[in-house]
């Protein structure tokens, strides 16, 4: 059974093209279990990757070529298991869109911080999306934007690396626990 997670951000250009390599980078002993994508909420489609957001990829070992922005459509967050969005306003939009993503949408930090406290023991049978309404009945709700990704596209490169080291570090339990749940 594959799970299919969608990353979306304002343009395609940075953040959810970075979280896309860095998380196919993460799943790639996966095997097909784990489909990634992302889109833009105001995304023009055809364009190439921001050139600074593709450096940032090289530097960390992930090829960055033959991306492609797209723009978000309801058939991909329809298809999607997991729409995870670089900031709140991001995910408000995907629910508006599509109402049905409402249990399935996050923003790439929460996920990941709500992955981290997820025991993939106590997972083992249980649907993925009930273990996490568990944990996230629990958790205290974080001050502002702290679970927003500041777009670095007007940024430096250390805002671009600083932006996909955020990323990366949300990635790595939120990739672990869809590895480890065998749910869609």
């Known amino acids: 059974m594959s799970t299919t997670i969608l990353f979306v951000c304002h343009a395609n250009l940075c953040r959810s093209p970075m ?3 860095l998380a196919r980078q993460l799943a790639a002993s996966q ?3 784990i489909a990634i994508g992302s889109a833009g909420t105001h995304a023009h489609d055809g364009l190439e990757m921001h050139p600074g957001a593709a450096e940032v990829l090289r530097d960390c070992g992930v090829d960055p070529s033959g991306f492609r922005s797209r723009g978000l459509t309801l058939d991909l967050l329809d298809r999607a ?3 995870l969005a670089a900031t709140r306003e991001q995910r408000s939009y995907c629910v508006s869109l599509a109402p049905s993503t ?7 930090t929460q996920f990941g911080r709500l992955a981290a ?10 649907d993925l999306f009930e273990a996490v309404a568990e944990v996230r009945a629990g958790f205290q709700p974080t001050p502002g934007d702290e679970d927003d990704l500041a777009d670095p596209v007007l940024g430096t490169l250390a805002d671009m690396a600083s932006c996909a080291k955020r990323i990366q570090a949300a990635l790595e339990p939120a990739i672990g626990l869809i590895a480890g749940s065998g749910s869609s």
Do not use: H, P, S, Y
Not at 102 to 108: K, N, P, S, V, Y
Not at 119 to 125: I, K, Q
């Open 31 to 33: 095997k097909g279990r």
């Open 102 to 108: 409402l249990g399935r949408a996050f923003t790439i």
């Open 117 to 126: 406290a997820i025991d993939t023991e106590r997972l083992r049978g249980r």
């Open 19 to 21: 979280a896309e390599r």
């Open 81 to 83: 298991d997991l729409v």
